[in-house]
């Protein structure tokens, strides 16, 4: 079973469409997050979710909107996509039972803005 | 706010060891951790030090020295699967902030 999957994997649309990810964690967790991984291969964090409710939103344009309808899901909206947009978006989710918050991480979804 | 330094390369031999050192800058430090990811794939977390000192997992070791801001990944007996990105990252609140990672290369 796939702990932490999303969809889709890879994404390719052009300027100032919309588009959304899925995220589905299986894992129990009661965090979620989403990193953005651009080109150079530098991991940020975008948001972080605790049981539905956001905790932090790291200075991310508002184009980004992302929605919890449960606790095993937390789904990216992107408005009017840019070319800076094209990176790949990784989901992860962790624990707060643990101490080193491991955090599990999707696949990945690439996404290309043409 | 915070930062993390680590090398952006570095190249070793299969067969042998390799070090790779992290600093950090933040504030509210709750444990250094480090994530493996190979090209096309995920992170995956490797090792969590919440005290100073060695951690060890196999052929993989993590140090911490919360007095230095400064801790190390160090691979044994390098294979070539070991090929793939490195990263620090530290835990703060409820998140962790990333470095940028080391590209780290093996040679056969």
């Known amino acids: 079973d796939t702990a932490v999957s999303q969809t889709p994997k890879y994404l390719v649309t052009q300027m100032g469409n919309d588009k959304s990810i899925k995220c589905e964690q299986n894992?129990?967790?009661?965090?979620m997050y989403w990193y953005k991984q651009d080109s150079k291969k530098f991991l940020k964090i975008m948001f972080s979710?605790?049981?539905?409710?956001?905790?932090i939103n790291e200075t991310v344009p508002n184009r980004f909107s992302p929605k919890s309808p449960d606790k095993a899901h937390l789904n990216l909206h992107i408005n009017s996509l840019e070319l800076g947009d094209s990176a790949v978006y990784f989901c992860?989710?962790?624990?707060?039972?643990?101490?080193?918050?491991?955090?599990?991480f999707g696949p990945g979804t690439r996404l290309t803005v043409l | 706010g915070q930062s993390l330094e680590q090398p952006s390369e570095v190249t070793a031999v299969e067969g042998a060891i390799v070090q790779i050192n992290c600093t950090y800058q933040?504030?509210?430090?709750?444990?250094l951790s480090w994530y493996q990811q190979h090209d096309g794939g995920a992170p995956t977390f490797l090792s969590y030090n919440a005290l100073d000192g060695l951690e060890e997992t196999g052929r993989f070791s993590s140090f911490l020295s919360r007095s230095d801001s400064y801790g190390y990944l160090l691979l044994q007996e390098l294979q070539m699967k070991d090929s793939a990105s490195y990263f620090c990252?530290?835990?703060?609140?409820?998140?962790?902030?990333f470095g940028k990672g080391t590209r780290l290369h093996i040679l056969p």
């Open positions: 990252a530290v835990g703060r609140d409820d998140k962790i902030i």
């Open positions: 894992l129990g967790h009661d965090t």
């Open positions: 979710y605790n049981n539905k409710e956001l905790i």
């Open positions: 933040t504030s509210g430090f709750y444990g």
């Open positions: 992860a989710s962790s624990s707060r039972d643990t101490l080193d918050n491991e955090q599990f």
